[in-house]
T-cell receptor, first 115, second 114 residues
Framework: AQSVSQHNHHVILSEAASLELGCNYSYGGTVNLFWYVQYPGQHLQLLLKYFSGDPLVKGIKGFEAEFIKSKFSFNLRKPSVQWSDTAEYFCAVIPKAAAGNKLTFGGGTRVLVKP | DSGVTQTPKHLITATGQRVTLRCSPRSGDLSVYWYQQSLDQGLQFLIQYYNGEERAKGNILERFSAQQFPDLHSELNLSSLELGDSALYFC?????????????FGPGTRLTVL
């Protein structure tokens, strides 16, 4: 079975700092990759997704992620964070060969941006 | 607002009881998903329905069951509740239910078992 690891559980940084969140997955086949964000008191929202093609994917709110197949990684980045980026971020995968649309999530990374 | 609605928002009950969580998907979405979010297990997929039929199953306990009705809303039934079932239960929906579909999540139902 596939698994997803997010090594940073908590990240604290100041506004305008750059953010990079790590995500590694364990699965022998090809996968579809996602980053979701959960702002305080809100539902999960899709930030970006990767299915194929250019491994550098741009999402909403200035976020981007890079798929590195050889490292089984899909790290999320933002060059300059704002206080409003305070949230919990989840990486998720779906094996392309799987039936259905069963998202496997990482443990999440809580990001606190200090004003 | 994702367009996915869940009721109730909060539910407090006792061990051994049974509860039903309800989810209405976005207009036009045929697939519904249930996830459980707890402190120790994180976000876990429970089950997926597509147009009334079960499509995929995850770590759903035998005490839990779900269904999707002809009007496409879904219910998750949790019975013989235990303290460890306390969690946030999310419903999501998507257009078709394939691996490239974007899932849109509801606000969740927070279940507290005392």
């Amino acid at each position: 079975a596939q698994s997803v690891s997010q090594h940073n559980h908590h990240v604290i940084l100041s506004e305008a700092a750059s953010l990079e969140l790590g995500c590694n997955y364990s699965y022998g086949g090809t996968v579809n990759l996602f980053w979701y964000v959960q702002y305080p008191g809100q539902h999960l929202q899709l930030l970006l997704k990767y299915f194929s093609g250019d491994p550098l994917v741009k999402g909403i709110k200035g976020f981007e992620a890079e798929f590195i197949k050889s490292k089984f990684s899909f790290n999320l980045r933002k060059p300059s964070v704002q206080w409003s980026d305070t949230a919990e971020y989840f990486c998720a995968v779906i094996p392309k060969a799987a039936a259905g649309n069963k998202l496997t999530f990482g443990g999440g990374t809580r990001v606190l941006v200090k004003p | 607002d994702s367009g996915v609605t869940q009721t109730p928002k909060h539910l407090i009950t006792a061990t051994g009881q049974r509860v039903t969580l309800r989810c209405s998907p976005r207009s036009g979405d045929l697939s519904v998903y249930w996830y459980q979010q707890s402190l120790d297990q994180g976000l876990q997929f429970l089950i997926q329905y597509y147009n009334g039929e079960e499509r995929a199953k995850g770590n759903i306990l035998e005490r839990f069951s779900a269904q999707q009705f002809p009007d496409l809303h879904s219910e998750l039934n949790l019975s013989s509740l235990e303290l460890g079932d306390s969690a946030l239960y999310f419903c999501a929906s998507s257009v078709e239910g394939g691996g490239t579909d974007t899932q849109y999540f509801g606000p969740g139902t927070r279940l507290t078992v005392l």
